[in-house]
Nanobody, 123 residues
């Protein structure tokens, strides 16, 4: 059974930064994606990183502010978020895709999910 555990969420002022972490176990090279769900809204895909070469994919609305990376030694995927805005407030989830050759942040591709971590950005 694949398990994902997110951490790093919290309360931050607008303009601030946070780094989220996602530990994936057992160790395996999955494509990993980050998603978020704000209150009353559908869950959205933000970014993903390919297992084969570590190349990233970003949704247009996070390009330039969010950076995804992975540490294969520690089985951890990170999401660095800068210049945070109140509209970034949401529960952030990571998820693993064991099958796709190239990652895309589409929920249907990800059968394994973490429990989520809350990010709150105050104005």
């Amino acid at each position: 059974q694949v398990q994902l555990v997110e951490s790093g969420g919290g309360l931050v002022q607008a303009g601030g930064s946070l780094r989220l972490s996602c530990v994936v176990s057992p160790s395996h090279f999955y494509n990993v994606g980050w998603f978020r769900q704000a209150p009353g809204q559908e869950r959205k895909g933000l970014s993903c990183i390919n297992s084969a070469d570590g190349s990233p994919y970003y949704a247009d609305f996070v390009k330039g502010r969010f950076t995804i990376s992975r540490d294969n030694v520690n089985n951890t995927v990170y999401l660095e978020m800068k210049n945070l805005k109140p509209e970034d407030t949401a529960v952030y989830y990571c998820a693993a895709d064991p099958k796709s050759r190239r990652c895309l942040p589409h929920q249907i591709l990800y059968p394994y999910w973490g429990q989520g971590t809350q990010v709150t950005v105050s104005s």
